[in-house]
């Protein structure tokens, strides 16, 4: 946990949300982590927090915007620090989910072209879409 705590204090600040050494902790391991960290890896990292304080943790960190979900078919959860376009009232992502079905990496990644999704009289709150492939990483081997 080398990234200096004070970013993540802000981004906490930012939200509204009080500063707990376990939302840091929870925070920080999801940042340093590179790409989306699966729900096992957090729990790995923070094997001192019981289930229900890491799992309401989480809970308040996806509600406010901060961290977003991402649910890969046939894999656990992911999760992944949100942009700036996330808060309290909706989470706005207009970018990609890859899985690398090499090495079950998930990352968020931001299409050349912007996706658009509209869907006449609908209100959408959130797009999700999953990409199945081979990451660069993954082909030049
Ligand atoms: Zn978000
Ligand atoms: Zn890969
Ligand atoms: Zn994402």
């Given at each position: 946990m080398?990234?200096?705590?004070?970013?993540?204090?802000?981004l906490?600040?930012?939200?509204e949300?009080?500063?707990?050494?376990?939302?840091?902790?929870?925070?920080?391991?999801?940042?340093?982590?590179g790409?989306?960290?699966?729900?096992?890896?957090?729990?790995?990292?923070?094997?001192?927090f019981d289930?229900?304080?890491?799992?309401?943790?989480?809970?308040?960190?996806?509600?406010?915007?901060?961290?977003?979900?991402?649910?890969?078919e046939?894999q656990?959860?992911y999760?992944a620090?949100c942009g700036?376009?996330?808060?309290?009232?909706?989470?706005?992502?207009?970018?990609?989910?890859?899985?690398?079905?090499?090495?079950?990496?998930?990352?968020?990644?931001?299409?050349?072209?912007?996706?658009?999704?509209?869907?006449?009289?609908?209100?959408?709150?959130?797009v999700?879409?999953?990409?199945?492939?081979?990451?660069?990483?993954?082909?030049?081997?």
């Open positions: 080398e990234e200096p705590k004070e970013k993540l204090e802000k906490l600040k930012s939200h949300l009080r500063v707990t050494s376990k939302r840091l902790d929870v925070l920080s391991v999801i940042h340093s982590y790409s989306a960290i699966p729900y096992s890896k957090v729990q790995e990292e923070l094997k001192d289930r229900v304080t890491l799992y309401r943790t989480i809970l308040v960190l996806l509600d406010n915007g901060i961290i977003h979900k991402i649910q890969v046939d656990e959860v999760y620090l700036h376009t996330c808060d309290t009232e909706e989470h706005h992502h207009e970018h990609l989910h890859f899985h690398c079905s090499e090495c079950e990496t998930v990352s968020c990644v931001e299409p050349d072209k912007q996706l658009k999704v509209l869907l006449k009289g609908y209100q959408i709150s959130q999700n879409v999953q990409v199945n492939g081979v990451c660069l990483e993954c082909q030049a081997v």
